[in-house]
């Protein structure tokens, strides 16, 4: 099955700086998102990137899919960005089962 | 307010016993699925359901069953045949077609 890879497993961030977030996939795919999970538990679908670029305010994302490799891109951080980024990719012949990485936890400091 | 809710947040279960999981969502999403996460890593996919009345095995379907007698509810029965089931448990939906899901809170369960 496909393999999801996602670095760095953790980030330590203060408030203000800039971080990129990696996601690795072992095969083609045709549906790649990447969400954010807070402290509590919620997931929110941040991203639906198989492929080019997109961006919402401070993030930004890009899916290199010839390269097999996206990138997460969020600028100055705030207290709020903390939780888990995951990184979420469908076999190119099952578009609804998403094959998840195991994501990078990122703390930003005040 | 439209979204999905999910209960309870907090369920303990004796081991033996089976539990009952609940997902609603008012969105009028015609896709259903279940998702386990354990602690530092990803969400896998207990089952998913894209149409009333039908429902396919995720990647770890053992020990659970599900049902989706209504488009609004697709509940998930942890049996007492799941070795391991401590866990954050959590539902979402979508539209057909679409690639995006929207998530419940989650259900804790620890198993004493």
């Known amino acids: 099955g496909i393999q999801v890879e996602q670095s760095p497993p953790d980030l330590i961030l203060q408030e203000g700086a800039n971080s990129t977030l990696r996601c690795n996939f072992s095969?083609?795919?045709?549906?790649l998102q990447w969400f954010h999970q807070n402290p509590w538990g919620q997931l929110i679908n941040l991203f639906y990137?198989?492929?080019?670029?997109k961006q919402n305010g401070r993030l930004s994302a890009t899916t290199v899919a010839t390269e097999r490799y996206s990138l997460l891109y969020i600028s100055s951080s705030q207290t709020t960005d903390s939780g888990v980024y995951f990184c979420?990719?469908?076999?190119?012949?099952?578009?609804?089962?998403?094959?998840w990485g195991a994501g990078t936890k990122l703390i930003i400091k005040p | 307010d439209g979204g999905i809710t999910q209960s309870p947040k907090y369920l303990f279960r004796k081991e033996g016993q089976n539990v009952t999981l609940s997902c609603e969502q008012n969105?009028?999403?015609?896709?259903m699925y279940w998702y386990r996460q354990d602690p530092g890593q990803g969400l896998r996919l207990i089952y998913y359901?894209?149409?009333?009345?039908?429902?396919q095995k995720g990647d770890i379907a053992e020990g659970y069953s599900v049902s989706r007698e209504k488009k609004e509810s697709f509940p998930l029965t942890v049996t007492s045949a799941q070795k391991n089931p401590t866990a954050f448990y959590l539902c979402?939906?979508?539209?057909?077609?679409?690639?995006?899901?929207?998530f419940g809170p989650g259900t804790r369960l620890t198993v004493l």
């Open positions: 990137i198989p492929s080019g670029t």
């Open positions: 979420a990719v469908a076999r190119v012949d099952s578009n609804y089962q998403l094959i």
């Open positions: 979402a939906s979508s539209l057909a077609g679409s690639h995006t899901q929207y």
């Open positions: 969105l009028n999403h015609d896709a």
């Open positions: 095969d083609s795919v045709n549906n």
């Open positions: 359901s894209q149409i009333v009345n039908d429902f």
